[in-house]
């Protein structure tokens, strides 16, 4: 409304030209700016939250970069690469040849900056390669064996005391220094990486006087020592462990090798293994074939090592076994076949695995491929990522556990790849083929994330099949996060349904009663009331929840079931004792008054459960409710019984209802009150004991055929558990429910509620028919925000609800929901890595639920106050 | 809860039992049936409202009932069991309990027999009562149970003190002797009281003083330290690390080092003579089980003889623990001493939130009633924001770390502070950050009540007030601001309970179990925003549930319970009851 300029009209019967004061008018064009600006920004920054939200949670999805290929000048093998590894920093790479020569290579210049060799002789007999620690086992044509450890050594020289050389080098540039290689860093500091080659002694593999030459290695080096496994030219198979002793007069220090000899395997002698593998830690033995037999050896005891169980690796006759490899922590086989396929293989635990040592190998994850043969396979150091590269040049990347293709690429003259190595930080990949070595940059930012990994179930490593896991952090180094949403999904339900079980009836029935039998006065005391209880901080609540209830809970679990049935009973038995008073009593009371009397019932109903609860626990459940639900004792019936009571008491008031209605109706329109009180009391115990009577056949029949409430529904106790997360979490929602329904009743337009009364309805008539249908979109509204509020409750269940991410429906078992998982975890979270992320995205989830609801709620709730207003 | 109804309804429901009058038939008497009330169904609802009633009642009584007499001086017990134990302490919990047949057998024959006849006598029932037995020290435990069948003796020692002191808990004791500077006055007796409770008063000042000097003194010069150390690497890092600049800055730190330290030297002998001062000044002290026990006078924070003290004396110990609860600093991990930190925390938290969030809110109520153009994008928004209220706190504690503690933060110290990284200044929880994050969460607290009160001021006035000439600013300001101000006021009182009350979100930005310093002191720019808080929300999660020794903790847990309850209804009910005022008001204009 543009009121700075008076109307000409105004002027003109004006005796004087009025004018708006300027400072009128600036003040008017501040606040305008000012409350616009400041009002905008608010809003502005609130919609941030969401975007800021997504804009954490996007990486996660995106995929891997590859960067174009770059030759690299030298270093092209003439012979088969038995292993290869970068430096930490991606400067510097060795390759390990069959022929035991380690050349060293710039991966700048691509140039070879010094060549080594693992053996003295010319061409060991076999070579053995243990990733975890980069030692190379040497085996010779004299049946000995040398460890060769090569490790990349990072020194930040002194850059005044070291001449000519470091001194001018500038930021970013290398040269070859003292044998590694120097790179000034950004801060200026000189950082100089070289490798170290140390062999050590020889030592005898076994004590058996004919010293035939190994034809297969491997190792596995641990801090308690190392294994060494080796299969002769003679057929013989062995493994080990190496001792290392010192000789006490000269302090010299010797590698013995302790062990003994395996089963030979019954293969025939003309088809040789193509590969021996040490899993784990060193305490299994895989032999492979090139059809794709295989045979597992359980060498925990060296001594009385067997053969565990024979496999079939690959699906069909027609492939063939091409390459076999480990991903990180040795556990895991990587089988590669002629069709291209690569399956990862571990060990399980079965029930029934039916093997010497109770674990069957498993292929667990199985990557298809396009039929063209896998010549290459190279796990990362640090992840379970592993590349993989095939006969006509292809390579691909692959997360293993959620077997996302990160990243794909091609060598460029598209001969086939022989050799992948990934550097340990998985910034580069330098794949070796016929024309040399080439490298790319890689950045695989997420690669344990996806869609599917997130929320679908997950085979990891070692478990017996795929599974619902979060599991964020462990002691274990070589330790795999999982991060399986659905368990905290789930736990958020159970604990958003426990608790709208509990609370969603408790606050309906209670705003009915305050919106239709209360005096206006008394409403607002009760609603203020109940309004302070919704403003108790949640802190408050879950201390009380763990601290007072869940003790009180579990030491009196008998007299607290009993009182779920007990209270309403007695309520309901009060009522028709109430019917039996005189009617001027009764008339008399009404608002406050009528809900002391009918409070009275409920300490009634308390101190019977807590009488009852004991009797029926002795009785019913061996004495001890705990041990019952534990399995310990006891038959499924009683608990059926219980389960089925509230069932059968509604189906036997719906059918005594149904059957015998019409005819009360009939006969009672002569009878006075009193009878009619009498005779109602009367149905309510035959209703009672019809309930029981149902109740106690289901659960005969269904403890009969066998089923047991226990394992699911019910089962072992823990003492923080679902059924006190649902009722301490009723003093959070029951005041939103209550009040907003409240509201809802209370706004139903009075000539609907006068019309209705007039017409000889009854107020129960009216609530029920008329008053409760006209809000009912309100009052669903109101359900929605409490279990918005629900949903989005942290400290009750972080308090309350023992954390463990399991996924049952046990009504006496712990929880962990979305929010308590973030208020656990993300103070500890690293920026910007997956397990932040991951987290982020559960706010956003509990963002997107709540809000959703929320705005469905608001919707319904707009929609029945113009219903409302329109009546 | 928010919602402003005004509906005035003169409705009182009643039922309308009774013979309705049949006109068509006289002969037959036509009553209400009496199942048409569904008198049942009724005492349901009734229930259901009673229930919820009750248990919002039982919940305060419970944080009351434990959380009042958690001061209340307790006579202590001395015991002598049957086996020959003496100890003494206070009751700090009763119980009685079923014991088992494996227990029973496990015990010896006597204590066997003893228990069986209790059993028999007391419904299957033992008694046995938890003991605060304190002498941790001594007896490496703080509580222990006894059953009443073991008690062999029990009495109340008159000069049986309980002594509360700055480490391992409470001590539990007769005095013997009391040193003062080479003065010893044997006990226990009154004049040796007296004279102890001087010579305490000394000690403490005594040790007041070093404590200040600690705290404070060597506080600052470390401070003073640390700047001069962080001007080098300022230095370095805008003139390089070969730069003049830096050299100079150095030599000035070294100077002001060399002047620190001989400063630091004088404090380090004064704390040394006050240390010396009250190295003679201790309590000789026999316990129950007769080992001797010295404790140094000002070690000791509190000292009584429970069993002789009045009701006034009582009260007076009661007072002085309230005192020391609100107005002192925690000790023993915070299952002692005060929640002064914690208090000041929430406070000023609260304080910065508000003042940020009510100005802020108000605007955006004003922008969206009076400036924005109605349509389905203001509706939208509206929506928006009524829903921002019923998002999960912790959600907003998720965006605040990522946005406001690494982003925001994490951008400020790279540019204000490059010399302190990598350790973070503002790139961590704070005080400031955690204020912004509840700022946001209660937006919506003070947007919708705000929006509301706006909406409600009847047209008339504004059409009034453009009809006299006023500009549309001066309308809002003169007119419609004061009648919307109830609202307002109540927007802004539950944002403060909210914000009080919250934990979920503070848990991520900035509150911490243990605070060293205030966020305000008498150091330069005197309020810190940056350092991390405590918290009474906070401080109740962290004792009652990461506690390592909860069972000492749990009064402490309950009196922070009373006093954060006691804030956030008091709040509340200031709210609710100038919403009351308000509607009342409202529906005058209206009628």
Avoid at chain 1, 321 to 336: F, P, Q
Avoid at chain 1, 351 to 378: K, L, N, Y
Avoid at chain 1, 491 to 499: D, Q
Avoid at chain 2, 9 to 37: E, I, M, W, Y
Wanted: aromatic residues 8%; glycine residues 8%; hydrophobic residues 45%.
């Amino acid at each position: 409304m543009d009121t700075s300029q008076p109307s000409p009209s105004l002027r003109k019967r004006g005796r004087r030209e009025r004018k708006t004061r300027r400072s009128v008018l600036v003040a008017e064009r501040v606040a305008r700016t000012a409350i616009s600006l400041g009002g905008g920004l608010t809003i502005a920054t609130v919609s941030l939250i969401c975007v800021f939200l997504a804009w954490v949670v996007i990486p996660l999805f995106g995929a891997a970069t590859l960067s174009p290929a770059r030759s690299l000048a030298g270093g092209r093998a003439s012979e088969p690469i038995v292993a290869c590894a970068t430096d930490e920093y991606a400067s510097l790479m060795w390759v390990l040849e069959r022929s035991g020569r380690v050349s060293v290579l710039r991966l700048d210049t691509g140039a070879t900056l010094e060549t080594l060799s693992v053996s003295e002789q010319a061409q060991p007999a076999a070579l053995g390669f243990d990733a975890a620690s980069n030692v190379v086992a040497v085996g010779t044509s004299d049946g000995a064996v040398r460890l060769a450890t090569l490790s990349f050594a990072v020194s930040y020289p002194d850059t005044a005391g070291s001449g000519e050389v470091l001194s001018t080098l500038r930021p970013e540039e290398r040269t070859p220094f003292a044998g590694g290689l120097a790179e000034r860093l950004a801060d200026g500091q000189v950082r100089c990486v070289r490798l170290e080659l140390s062999i050590s002694e020889p030592f005898e593999l076994g004590t058996g006087a004919a010293k035939s030459p190994p034809r297969l290695l491997d190792l596995n080096v641990t801090e308690a020592g190392a294994t060494v496994a080796a299969l002769f030219e003679d057929g013989r198979l062995t493994v080990g462990a190496l001792k290392r002793t010192t000789n006490m007069m000269t302090g010299a220090e010797t590698l013995r090798f302790r062990g003994g000899d395996l089963p030979a395997p019954n293969a025939p002698q003309s088809e040789q293994p193509i590969a021996l593998r040490l899993l784990g830690a060193g305490d299994n033995v895989l032999l492979v074939w090139r059809d794709g037999r295989g045979v597992r050896y359980d060498a925990r005891e060296l001594r009385s090592a067997t053969a565990a169980e024979s496999l079939e690796l690959l699906q069909s006759a027609d492939v063939e076994l091409t390459r076999v490899g480990a991903a990180l922590g040795e556990r895991t086989v990587l089988v590669g076949d002629s069709k291209g396929g690569v399956g990862a293989w571990f060990r399980t635990r079965p029930e029934q695995a039916g093997t010497v040592d109770g674990a069957r190998m498993a292929r667990g994850h199985w990557f298809a491929g396009d039929g063209v043969a896998v010549t290459a396979v190279a796990p990362s150091a640090t992840s379970r990522s592993f590349a993989v590269g095939r006969a006509d040049g292809r390579f691909e990347l692959y997360f293993l556990t959620s077997e996302k293709q990160l990243a794909e690429g091609r060598t460029p003259d598209g001969s086939a790849v022989d050799a992948l190595c990934l550097s340990p930080r998985e910034d580069a990949l330098l794949v070796h083929s016929a024309g040399g070595w080439s490298a790319h940059q890689l950045a695989s930012h997420h690669p344990e994330a996806s869609v599917t990994a997130l929320l679908r179930p997950v085979w990891y490593e070692n478990y017996e099949q795929p599974e619902h896991v979060w599991q964020s952090s462990s002691g274990a180094d070589d330790f795999e996060a999982k991060f399986g949403l659905m368990p905290l999904v789930f736990g958020t339900l159970k604990a958003t349904f426990y608790s709208l079980l509990f609370g969603v009836p408790l606050a309906l029935l209670a705003a009915i009663f305050s919106s239709e039998y209360l005096a206006p006065r008394t409403r607002v005391a009760v609603k203020s009331t109940i309004e302070i209880m919704a403003s108790l901080p949640s802190v408050v609540l879950g201390f009380l929840a763990g601290n007072v209830v869940a003790p009180l809970v579990q030491n009196s679990l008998a007299a607290v079931l009993a009182s779920f049935y007990c209270v309403p009973i007695a309520l309901l038995l009060g009522a028709r004792l109430w019917q039996l008073a005189p009617q001027g009593l009764v008339l008399r009371l009404v608002s406050w008054q009528r809900l002391l009397v009918i409070t009275l019932a409920l300490p009634l109903g308390l101190l019977t459960a807590s009488v009852l609860g004991p009797w029926i626990e002795d009785v019913a459940f061996g004495g001890s409710l705990e041990g019952w639900l534990d399995m310990q004792h006891g038959g499924a019936a009683p608990g059926w019984f219980l389960l089925l009571l509230p069932v059968a008491a509604i189906g036997a008031t719906f059918a005594i209802a149904r059957l015998g209605g019409g005819w009360v109706r009939r006969v009672s329109q002569h009878w006075s009150r009193a009878r009619c009180a009498q005779f109602d009391l009367l149905r309510f115990c035959a209703t009672g004991v019809c309930a029981c009577l149902f109740a106690a056949l289901a659960a005969a029949l269904l403890s009969a055929a066998g089923l047991d409430p226990r394992g699911s529904l019910l089962d072992t106790y823990a003492q923080r558990n679902a059924l006190v997360v649902g009722f301490i979490m009723g003093f959070a929602i029951i005041p939103i429910i209550y009040t907003l329904s409240e509201d809802a009743l209370s706004s139903v337009p009075e000539q609907l509620r006068q019309a209705s009364l007039g017409a000889g309805a009854t107020p129960w008539q009216t609530a029920l028919r008329v008053i409760v249908p006209t809000a009912a979109s309100g009052l669903f509204s109101a359900v929605m925000v409490g279990l918005g509020r629900a949903v989005g409750e942290t400290m009750i269940v972080l308090m309350a609800a023992g954390n463990t991410p399991i996924m049952d429906w046990n009504v006496f078992s712990g929880f962990r929901t979305l929010s308590a998982n973030i208020a656990v975890e993300l103070p500890e979270a690293v920026e910007g890595d997956t397990h932040y992320r991951t987290l982020f995205l559960a706010a956003l989830a509990l963002f997107a639920m709540t809000f959703v609801v929320n705005t469905g709620a608001e919707l319904v709730r707009q929609r029945f106050r113009r219903r409302a207003y329109q009546l | 809860m928010t919602e402003l109804e005004f509906d005035p309804k003169p409705r009182v429901a009643q039922p309308t039992a009774g013979p309705a009058r049949s006109v068509r038939r006289r002969d037959k008497r036509r009553a209400t049936s009496l199942f048409a009330h569904g008198e049942p169904m009724v005492w349901l609802t009734g229930g259901a409202l009673g229930l919820a009633l009750a248990m919002i009642s039982t919940l305060l009584f419970v944080v009351i009932s434990r959380g009042l007499p958690t001061f209340w001086p307790q006579p202590v017990v001395e015991i002598v069991t049957h086996g020959g134990e003496r100890f003494a302490g206070e009751v700090a919990l009763s119980e009685s309990f079923a014991l088992g047949p494996e227990a029973l057998a496990a015990l010896p024959e006597q204590a066997a027999a003893r228990a069986r006849a209790e059993l028999a006598a007391n419904d299957e029932q033992i008694a046995r009562r938890m003991l605060r037995s304190g002498n941790y020290d001594l007896t490496g435990t703080h509580f222990r149970w006894v059953s009443d069948f073991e008690v062999a003796e029990e009495s109340t020692p008159e000069w049986m003190l309980c002594v509360e002191r700055l480490e391992w808990g409470r001590f539990y004791g007769v005095p013997t002797a009391l040193e003062f500077d080479g003065r010893r006055t044997d006990g226990p007796s009154e004049q040796m009281w007296a004279e102890f409770e001087r010579a305490h008063a000394q000690a403490r000042a005594t040790w007041d003083e070093r404590r200040s000097i600690e705290e404070h003194d060597i506080g600052r010069l470390a401070k003073a330290k640390e700047e001069a150390r962080l001007a080098v690497r300022s230095a370095e890092l805008a003139h390089g690390a070969q730069s003049p600049e830096r050299a100079a800055a150095e030599r000035e730190a070294e100077a002001l080092s060399a002047e620190l330290d001989e400063e630091m030297r004088a404090l380090g002998e004064r704390i040394e003579e006050l240390k010396a001062l009250n190295a003679g000044r201790r309590l000789l002290v026999r316990t129950a089980d007769g080992a001797q026990a010295t404790l140094p006078l000002e070690q000791v924070v509190r000292a009584y003889p429970a069993n002789r003290l009045g009701a006034f004396d009582k009260l007076a110990v009661y007072a002085s623990r309230v005192e020391e609860f609100l107005l002192d600093s925690p000790r023993e991990s915070n299952s002692e001493g005060g929640v002064f930190p914690a208090i000041f925390g929430t406070v000023l938290m609260t304080l910065i939130m508000s003042v940020l969030v009510v100005p802020f809110g108000v605007l955006a109520a004003l922008y969206l009633r009076e400036y924005a153009r109605p349509g389905p994008l203001v509706s939208a928004v509206r929506i928006a924001i009524n829903n921002l209220a019923g998002v999960p706190s912790i959600v907003f504690g998720v965006f605040g770390v990522g946005f406001f503690c690494y982003t925001v933060g994490g951008g400020l110290d790279t540019w204000l502070f490059p010399e302190r990284l990598p350790s973070p200044t503002f790139g961590t929880g704070g005080l400031l950050w955690a204020s912004l994050t509840l700022a946001l969460l209660t937006l919506p607290v003070v947007i919708v009540p705000t929006e509301e009160a706006l909406a409600a001021v009847p047209r008339s006035m504004r059409e009034g007030s453009y009809a006299c000439g006023a500009t549309k600013w001066q309308t809002i300001w003169r007119i419609v601001l004061p009648r919307a101000m109830p609202g307002i006021m109540t927007g802004a009182i539950l944002a403060l309970a909210r914000g009080a009350g919250e934990v979920a979100p503070l848990m991520l930005v900035g509150a911490s179990k243990l605070a060293e310093e205030l966020p305000i002191d008498g150091a330069f720019p005197y309020l810190h925003p940056e350092r991390s808080f405590m918290h009474l929300g906070f401080h109740i999660y962290d004792l009652g549930f990461q506690s390592q020794n909860s069972e000492a903790a749990k009064p402490m847990v309950y009196t922070t319970t009373l006093l954060l309850i006691a804030l956030v209804v008091v709040l509340n009910v200031v709210a609710i009851w100038i919403r009351a005022r308000l509607r009342r008001r409202f529906q005058g204009a209206q009628l």
